[in-house]
């Protein structure tokens, strides 16, 4: 099973030459603004790609998603695609699980407090998930800004170290794409936007 991750595409998801793959992640942040314009636009873009199966979930700038009463009905999520929010899904006996829960970044969408507040999202995640999809990173992995400062979040990195799934992507932090594997884990920071929010980076795909 090819799958194909990305995240952090803020409305430039048209410039980005997406691999061939069975399923295609998206791990927040498809928007700039949050606005119902926006995320029509990505759904609309997401739901046309040739993968069997599409996931996404949103990121603190998609304020659309925190503030819809029932995102299912107001976004109009095609019948094609998957959106996670603290919530899963099975595809060929793999479990996936996907939140938009990050600690306090300013006045962004999804905010929790550092500590027991963000932990009882972390505390939903089922210990036999093998894909984890979270928009911000755990601390001390692929979670380093400009100016130096690991931004991680320490509760997620305790959840991680509980159950071992297979895959942890995330975005959020631009300036820490890439990809590396701690123990059992390959984390993933799929942010296509560089700090900048130039278009710089690829889409990453690995094969499960």
């Known amino acids: 099973m090819k799958i194909v991750f990305i995240s952090d595409t803020h409305n430039k998801h048209n410039d980005i030459e997406i691999p061939k ?14 606005r119902a314009n926006e995320i029509n636009g990505f759904l609309d873009w997401f739901s046309k790609q040739p993968h069997k ?12 998603f925190e ?30 699980w996907g939140s938009p829960i990050q600690p306090e970044f300013y006045d962004w969408a999804f905010n929790r407090k550092r500590g027991e507040e963000i932990k009882q999202h972390w505390d939903l995640i089922p210990k036999n998930t093998d894909i984890l999809i979270t928009h911000g990173p755990p601390y001390g992995i ?10 991680g979040c320490e509760e997620l990195l305790k959840k991680n170290i509980e159950i071992k799934p297979k895959v942890h992507v ?4 631009h300036e820490s794409y890439g990809i590396i594997k701690k123990n059992e884990t390959i984390y993933i920071n799929a942010s296509i936007l560089n700090e900048k929010y130039l278009n710089i980076n690829q889409p990453i795909a690995i094969e499960i």
């Open 170 to 173: 995330f975005g959020h932090i």
């Open 67 to 96: 503030r819809a009463h029932n995102v299912m009905v107001e976004a109009k999520i095609p019948d094609n695609v998957i959106y996670l929010n603290d919530t899963g899904c099975q595809i060929k006996g793999v479990n996936f």
């Open 142 to 151: 692929l979670d380093k800004t400009v100016r130096g400062e690991f931004v």
């Open 21 to 34: 793959g069975d399923i295609l992640i998206h791990a927040g942040d498809v928007s700039s603004r949050g």
């Open 53 to 64: 199966h599409k996931i996404f979930i949103a990121g603190n700038h998609d304020f659309y």
